[in-house]
């Protein structure tokens, strides 16, 4: 039956492509906590940490550890910070520690000198380090949002996004490739005149003053000329309170001048928790029940949608499945995707239910964050003044997959003869919908088979089932 093929072609590909996390069992094997090893704000700032800690702790074993610039060593005053987040965690029955940086960058000289040095807080216990802030593009939606608050008409402004922390030259440039990849992240969606990134000094290192008054004349500079200058901070700084801050600092710096100025940094915003469960849900072992399914059809009139959700209907009361028609739109997609993780997924298999293995697939990629390449030209291609689409904000990982008429189990179902196919004669009711060339991916003819699920529902049960 084509419904059967369709489940063959499916279920080859899941086992291809596998499920982001280890299968059910390895949980009842391991138990990973997670240590949030944070900066030391002061009292403001370390409570906008703690408050997204606990919120992260509802879902994910968690606990926090503090560290601050003074931090020199293993016996350092910050050390009963970590062991008791570590304490706190074993009491949990953790197994396994994954560190997480609240840190933009891997090159800021407190995370450098904390990461090789976490292993002696543990007792023992494996510990091992998730990559930092700067590599996810949900951090680099913030900084867009940021911007976005402020910019009129990019084409006549300058962005500039500003960094703390650099202790030498050599430093400085690894902090400063960081924060370049959030000015090209901010680029795919809006087309400034120029955009650029500068790193304050530490105040206490060598040459501080005279290189900080360096950076601070290029940024009036830069404001002097003919439009908007608009500066946009990157970094977690210290808060205090509302006005001894990072921040409240920097936009004193240049008060009364033509720089455009907010003083908000990456903190506090929606999408830092969902990166921190992000990170916990590709270091997590899956189960069943946290793996869901949204299928992207074509969509069409009602008539053709309707086919295809009598398809798919008889899984839904078994497996977490989720539509999203369309050829690839952002807003459908993220729709689709939310109302999974508010049923509890946390890894999404997603369905291009297109002929061929490449139709959306550039598009989806990047829309889902499996890609950093917007899609060049073709439908979807222009969403936003930059020409890229929006991307999901989305705590959920990813495995996709396509292109069922390449598969030789519905090859083979293609060349048998009608009577062979059952469609005249046979003991199975075939329903034919018959669609444009341009819808559904090409394909004319599409089967509706009512003996079976199709190939859509039975690819659901198989990637649920696929990783029981």
Request: charged share 20%; glycine share 10%.
């Amino acid at each position: 039956m084509f419904g059967q093929a369709m489940a063959i072609f499916m279920t080859a590909m899941l086992f291809t492509l596998g499920v982001s996390g280890a299968p059910a069992d390895a949980a009842t094997s391991s138990k990973v906590g997670f240590l949030v090893v944070a900066p030391d704000r002061g009292y403001l700032g370390n409570k906008e940490v703690t408050s997204l800690v606990d919120e992260f702790k509802h879902s994910y074993p968690a606990a926090l550890g503090l560290v601050g610039r003074d931090y020199t060593g293993v016996e350092n005053e910050y050390a009963a910070y970590l062991r008791r987040a570590v304490q706190e965690l074993k009491q949990s029955g953790i197994t396994e520690i994954v560190a997480i940086p609240l840190f933009l960058s891997e090159a800021d000289p407190l995370l450098t000198r904390v990461m090789p040095l976490l292993p002696a807080y543990t007792g023992g216990l494996p510990v091992r380090w998730a990559r930092a802030m700067a590599h996810d593009y949900l951090i680099g939606q913030i900084v867009l949002d940021r911007v976005a608050a402020l910019s009129e008409h990019p084409e006549s402004e300058r962005l500039i996004l500003v960094g703390t922390g650099a202790t030498d030259e050599a430093n400085e440039k690894a902090l400063k490739a960081d924060l370049d990849k959030l000015s090209a992240y901010v680029m795919r969606y809006k087309a400034f005149r120029e955009a650029e990134a500068v790193v304050y000094y530490d105040r206490e290192a060598e040459g501080a003053d005279q290189k900080n008054k360096t950076i601070k004349a290029h940024i009036l500079a830069q404001a002097a000329k003919h439009g908007r200058t608009l500066l946009i901070p990157a970094f977690i700084g210290p808060k205090f309170d509302s006005s001894m801050s990072l921040t409240a600092w920097l936009g004193a710096q240049f008060g009364g001048t033509h720089v455009v100025y907010k003083p908000e940094e990456l903190l506090p915003h929606a999408n830092v928790l969902l990166w921190l469960k992000k990170t916990a849900n590709r270091e997590t072992p899956l189960t069943a029940g946290q793996i869901g399914v949204v299928i992207m059809p074509h969509g069409s009139t009602q008539p053709w949608n309707d086919a295809v959700e009598t398809t798919i209907r008889p899984l839904m009361s078994k497996y977490p499945i989720e539509m999203a028609y369309g050829m690839g739109d952002p807003q459908i997609i993220q729709d689709a995707v939310s109302r999974l993780e508010q049923r509890g997924i946390r890894h999404i298999v997603f369905v291009r239910m297109y002929a061929l293995d490449h139709q959306m697939k550039p598009l989806t990629d990047y829309i889902l964050g499996l890609s950093d390449r917007p899609p060049a030209g073709g439908h979807g291609g222009q969403h936003g003044s930059g020409g890229a689409p929006p991307q999901v904000r989305t705590a959920a990982t990813f495995s996709t997959f396509g292109g069922y008429e390449q598969h030789p189990a519905i090859s083979f179902r293609r060349r048998l003869p009608r009577r062979a196919r059952g469609e005249k004669g046979g003991n199975e009711s075939v329903n034919t919908c018959r669609v444009p060339k341009r819808m559904a991916g090409g394909v004319g003819p599409l089967l509706y088979h009512q003996t079976n699920a199709g190939f859509s529902l039975a690819s659901a049960g198989e990637a649920v089932k696929a990783h029981q």
